[in-house]
């Protein structure tokens, strides 16, 4: 990620954690409508977001008049668009655009940031559109104008910017106020950079011009944000002591000064210093700055606005490099150290891991609150007496190291594989073990790589349990079926996974004498009219017979056959169909899970329980089953699905579908919160396919529901494999003494010593997520 990235995209961050901005001078004297927006302007000027959408959300009830309501219409879209909310910055901004109320000047501007908002989603010919529209409407507004221009420059392919570019810089020349004149040399200079070669000379010239006008105020974001700019263009030169001092005089500058307090400038600052230190080979000096800006974003995390592009966290892909870069000189600086020298930066290195992987599942669940109002455990705080060993592998682009946690102590392990090949090598194995295919020599591949460094120290520290925190297609590998060239892992080792050490409370179980609410779901009901469209339009019309891809009994995927010519049908079009009863009899066929209905009535004989089965399993049964007992293990056979965010997993009642954040609203009852729940189990979901962010879904419900644990697999399992598995497992957790892991080992074993359930497919699907005691 570079540092211009990082730049631009902290243009959006917000300053200042998140606090209740009062705007009433006294209790007689309640601020009017022209001062809430004045202040709100002055907040996102400053990039204070948060606080801006504050006042102007209070400012909503006092917008009478159709000028005012579309001047606050305005104000939210642009502040809404700078937070990363786009959705609503596209609603607010269409409104203020075409009302006639406002005076083409107004109107302009709103045309120019709707048009940004099309341009960054990738819709050129629609913000075209409006560029010109918000041209024709800034009229003789010189600045206006010249800002609009430049949008529409940064439209046409990079072959064709330098001469219009070059026309802008002669007209910015032509403008009366230094202000401006340097806000837009320093937009028309990053542009040029842009370029590369092309555009170099002309980019430091409109970049000295930027920082000479703005260094009439000394004090002012502009001077910054043209002095690192400077920087980057002498480090794209190689210029690297010239790059540096500009760095430190910006830094030094924001430290003096009343800027203090502008981290988001800060920020992009301390990581170009730290590439610029690391260029040097000066690796403390470079790891100190990394340390630095990571402090820098903890302070703003809760106030970093955060937008999705195919599911991933704009959180995730800015800032992961960073924590990696940090961690990869932590790991580098412990390595020549003696062992307990090393302890310090190691933990150091741990703990910055650590971080990052709790942004990203605050991230995917959409609640950054969910994780901080947790109950959480120091990273350290693995009791040696457990025999338990935590591994990260942290895959860096040019090796794995593999991080081990045994007691107290902490070792280093470096591995001579890339991340690309650790990658595809990850995806290749899960895609072959979902379809059932021999992978014996990716899994003898995979355990060389992840393993095999350091099974002398699990051995010689006695190991019984090893829990693996993975990032990136590593997720997708069932750890228990990696194969040492003569057993697999499982076959030495209970094992579970976790997103995160920090989100969990390790404590051994509150109690044994388990007890369980049984829900399952072998017919549904009329939950198959709310699932997704693209679910189900497949199995609508035509002979259903061709339509099935899947034998029923033998497997619990949730099979997506494809129907053209239903998949775009409109939304009113859709709910009529679905309201058809041979539409809903066909669905209910087609998912259907006879084996349910044998897995929990062998359940029933293992544990004491509540059973809610097919239709008594309703949304409301459930919630009241929940609200009225306490339930130490909650265990769910229906249908689920796990995507790539929160909002895309639900699990199927008979009557409806339960989404993530209904399902926390259902579990987190006093009753529970007294009581954490011990163990969520959710025996028929499955994973979206080669998504490596999809099995947080299954992290994402248990950290929802306040559960210690939870049990599901990675891929669609057999129903055979599912009802023996099940059967086992229970009957080992209430044997004293056993963990979650050692049960969840115990009844993989059994499948795996059984003649026709050996392969992986039908065994290791099955995870542990959490807490395994």
Not at 5 to 15: G, Y
Not at 698 to 725: E, F, H, K, V, Y
């Amino acid at each position: 990620m570079s540092t211009l990235t990082i730049a631009r995209r902290l243009l959006l961050l917000m300053l200042c954690l998140m606090a209740c901005a009062s705007y009433a001078a006294d209790a007689d004297a309640p601020p009017s409508f022209a001062q809430l927006l004045a202040e709100a302007k002055q907040y996102r000027e400053q990039h204070q977001y948060h606080q801006a959408l504050a006042g102007l959300q209070a400012a909503e009830g006092l917008a009478q008049t159709p000028v005012e309501q579309a001047e606050l219409a305005g104000a939210l879209g642009q502040t809404y668009y700078f937070n990363g909310q786009l959705a609503q910055a596209e609603h607010y901004l269409k409104q203020a655009s075409k009302a006639p109320t406002l005076d083409a000047r107004q109107r302009a501007r709103y045309h120019n940031t709707l048009a940004s908002l099309y341009a960054g989603q990738g819709n050129p010919a629609q913000a075209g559109q409006l560029y010109q529209t918000a041209l024709t409407l800034a009229g003789n507004d010189r600045i206006l104008a010249l800002e609009i221009r430049f949008n529409q420059i940064r439209l046409q392919p990079n072959s064709g910017q330098y001469p219009l570019l070059q026309t802008l810089l002669t007209d910015i020349a032509q403008l009366p106020a230094a202000a401006e004149q340097a806000r837009l040399y320093l937009y028309a200079g990053e542009q040029l950079r842009k370029l590369g070669t092309e555009g170099n000379a002309l980019a430091f010239e409109a970049l000295a011009k930027s920082h000479d006008l703005a260094a009439k105020q000394p004090d002012s974001r502009l001077y910054i944000e043209s002095t690192a700019a400077l920087a980057r263009l002498y480090q794209d030169q190689q210029r690297i002591d010239e790059a540096l001092q500009l760095a430190q005089t910006a830094i030094s500058q924001l430290q003096s000064g009343q800027n203090g307090a502008q981290l988001d400038l800060l920020l992009p600052l301390e990581q170009q210093q730290a590439t610029l230190f690391a260029a040097k080979q000066q690796w403390r000096p470079a790891r100190e700055a990394l340390q630095r800006a990571v402090r820098h974003i903890q302070a703003i995390r809760q106030d970093i606005p955060v937008t999705y592009q195919d599911g991933r966290s704009s959180f995730r892909e800015t800032f992961a490099p960073l924590y990696l870069n940090l961690a990869d000189l932590l790991l580098r600086e412990a390595k020549p150290l003696p062992t307990d020298a090393a302890q310090p930066l190691l933990k150091q290195a741990r703990d910055v891991l650590e971080l990052l992987k709790q942004s990203e599942l605050e991230d995917f669940l959409g609640n950054r609150c969910l994780l901080s109002g947790a109950q959480q455990t120091d990273a350290s705080a693995i009791d040696s007496s457990t025999a338990t060993a935590v591994l990260y592998p942290v895959m860096l682009p040019d090796r794995l190291e593999l991080l081990l946690e045994t007691g107290d102590r902490l070792s280093i392990h470096t591995v001579a594989v890339t991340a690309n090949t650790l990658e595809s090598t990850a995806k290749a194995f899960a895609s072959g073990l979902r379809g059932n295919q021999s992978e014996t020599v990716r899994a003898q591949q995979l355990y060389h790589w992840l393993v095999a460094p350091v099974a002398e120290r699990l051995q010689h520290a006695n190991i019984h349990t090893l829990i693996t925190i993975p990032d990136g297609a590593l997720r997708l590998v069932p750890m228990a079926v990696l194969h040492d060239g003569q057993h697999y892992l499982v076959e030495r080792y209970a094992t579970a996974t976790t997103p995160a050490l920090s989100v969990l409370h390790v404590q051994a179980a509150h109690q044994r004498r388990w007890s369980m609410l049984l829900a399952g779901l072998s017919i549904p009901g009329s939950s198959v009219s709310k699932l997704p469209w693209e679910m189900v339009s497949g199995y609508v019309g035509g002979d259903l017979a061709e339509r099935m891809l899947r034998s029923p009994g033998k497997t619990r995927a949730i099979i997506l056959p494809d129907n053209a010519r239903l998949k775009h049908l409109d939304k009113a079009s859709q709910q009529k169909l679905l309201a058809d009863p041979s539409v809903q009899q066909q669905l209910q066929q087609a998912f259907s899970l006879p084996g349910v209905k044998t897995e929990v009535e062998q359940i029933e004989q293992q544990l004491d329980n509540t059973t809610l089965l097919d239709d008594r399993f309703t949304v409301a049964a459930f919630r009241q089953q929940v609200a009225q007992q306490n339930y130490p293990i909650i265990h769910i056979a229906s249908h689920g699905k796990f995507g790539n965010k929160a909002e895309n997993t639900f699990i199927m009642a008979y009557d409806d579908v339960i989404r993530a954040h209904e399902l926390q609203d259902i579990l987190k009852t006093s009753v529970q919160r007294q009581q954490p729940i011990e163990l969520l189990t959710l025996s028929a979901c499955q994973t979206a396919q080669g998504d490596d962010r999809a099995p947080l879904g299954i992290s994402g419900l248990a950290l929802q529901a306040r559960a210690q644990s939870a049990l599901g697999s990675l891929w669609p399992i057999n129903d055979t494999a599912a009802q023996m598995l099940m059967a086992t497992f229970y009957r080992h957790l209430g044997e004293p003494g056993t963990t979650k892991a050692e049960a969840l080992r115990q009844a993989q074993l059994e499948l795996l010593h059984s003649p026709n359930l050996r392969e992986p497919y039908f065994w290791s699907p099955f995870i542990l997520v959490g807490n395994w005691l």
